[in-house]
């Protein structure tokens, strides 16, 4: 069992930048990829940003291309996702989610940001 706790979110203003961070307890060495996903009021639950464990590969969502970046730091069980040129519709809760070796994926409880125009 892995849990999973992010940090970071707030309220910024449109083109200002945020660092969400997600800490896996008690380690990574079960997940083969993380990554950060979002749901606004209304909408569904999207994909933002992929990284493998093993390889560090990352996938964007077209939305935050060029914006984003997703990053882990291994021996500190915590990924990070380093969030400029911010929108307003980039307002939404985001969550950190992992996938297991042996199947199954974790989420963390969540974390707000706010962009305002």
């Known amino acids: 069992q892995v849990q999973l706790v992010?940090?970071?979110?707030?309220?910024?203003q449109a083109g200002g930048s945020l660092r969400l961070a997600c800490l896996a307890f008690p380690y990574t060495r079960n997940l083969w990829r993380w990554g950060?996903?979002?749901?606004a009021p209304g909408k569904e639950r999207e994909e933002v940003a992929i990284i493998s464990t093993y390889s560090g590969s990352t996938s964007y969502a077209d939305s935050v291309k060029g914006r984003f970046t997703i990053s882990q730091?291994?021996?500190?069980?915590?990924?990070?996702?380093?969030?400029?040129?911010?929108?307003p519709e980039d307002t939404a809760l985001y969550y950190c989610a992992a996938d297991a070796n042996?199947?199954?994926?974790?989420?963390?409880?969540?974390?707000?940001?706010t962009v305002s125009s």
């Open 102 to 113: 042996t199947g199954g994926r974790y989420w963390g409880q969540g974390t707000q940001v």
């Open 6 to 12: 992010e940090s970071g979110g707030g309220s910024v």
């Open 73 to 87: 730091d291994s021996p500190k069980n915590t990924l990070y996702l380093q969030m400029n040129s911010l929108k």
């Open 36 to 39: 950060w996903f979002r749901q």
